[in-house]
């Protein structure tokens, strides 16, 4: 199964790193060709200077959007679109998941209902590493150390991005499993109650015992991108899929507020954390 989108493929860290700068510089150069501020480019393309920075810095990963946008506003020429292709090959990133992980990237709203394992967003190190070690077929060390680089990468969101809302629905059966032993799942409570505890992120767990629930057709991830656009991504064996049509997102958002009502509020959710902490 794939584990949040990660794979072990490519190279480095680094390598990732060089790639957005590089791509950062092309943007950079051919706005300082069409003879704009980062200031005027902003408004041409309608995101923030400050974005406009970011992407031209390497820091951040362009929007699809932006990238269209940027091609209108400087001529056209292809090259953008061209070389946000390579970004695409992230190592430690399943080639399936990259686009979502570009949207996930830019989102104002990120919400997340997960069934099968703690979402990568909210991985300890000793957990990745545990799903890891039960990879079929085996990871050798290079491919485990580049899916973890990959998943640290993307957690930084979480606390880089303080005006996007992160939304997790957490099944309890997640931390009863116990994957990795018991001192692995105090470590990943002990995480997700400090990342709970994040202004932008809200965690609720999913009742073992629930009659009712609307969430049996499997897990949902929702994006809202800064144009208020929103997208779904579904992931399955050795598959995922980016769902834009807007009907099916729809049925997923009221799935997943329906949940929100279903699942355990914040404040019992954590209170639900610390006991199973303390039984273990």
């Known amino acids: 199964m794939a584990v949040d989108g990660a794979v072990g493929t490519g ?21 300082e060709h069409a003879g704009l501020s980062r200031e005027e480019f902003g408004e041409r393309v309608r995101f923030s200077k ?40 992230q190592p430690g990133l399943a080639a399936w998941f990259r686009q979502w992980a570009r949207l996930e990237a830019a989102a104002i709203t990120a919400y997340t209902y997960e069934c099968r394992m703690l979402p990568g967003l909210l991985q300890t190190e000793a957990y990745a590493r545990a799903m890891s070690a039960d990879q079929l077929p085996p990871l050798d060390n290079t491919q ?3 899916r973890w680089t990959a998943r640290t990468e993307r957690q930084r969101l979480l606390r880089e991005r303080p005006n996007t809302t992160f939304g997790f629905i957490l099944e309890e059966h997640l931390f009863l499993r116990r994957t990795g032993g018991a001192e692995v799942t105090r470590g990943i409570i002990d995480h997700v109650l400090e990342i709970s505890e994040l202004r932008n992120v809200e965690i ?3 009742p073992l015992v629930r009659e009712s629930h609307s969430g049996l057709h499997g897990p949902i991830h929702l994006s809202e ?20 049509d807007a009907k099916v997102v729809s049925v997923l958002q009221r799935r997943y507020a329906r949940m929100r009502s279903q ?5 019992d959710s954590v209170s ?7 039984d273990l």
Do not use: C
């Not at 400050?50 to 951040?60: N, P």
């Open 204 to 206: 609720q767990v999913m």
């Open 263 to 267: 699942a355990l509020t914040i404040p």
């Open 50 to 89: 400050h974005t406009v920075a970011s992407v031209e810095l390497g820091r951040r990963m362009p929007d699809p959007t932006f990238v269209e946008r940027a091609e209108e506003v400087l001529g056209n020429t292809g090259a953008l679109r061209k070389a946000v292709g390579h970004l695409a090959r």
């Open 11 to 31: 190279g480095g860290e680094p390598e990732a790193s060089d790639s957005l700068r590089t791509f950062g510089a092309v943007v950079q150069a051919l706005r």
């Open 272 to 278: 639900l954390l610390e006991r199973m902490r303390g």
């Open 225 to 244: 991108t800064p144009e208020n656009r929103w997208y779904a991504y579904n992931e399955g064996q050795e598959s995922g899929q980016l769902i834009s």
């Open 144 to 146: 485990i150390e580049e």
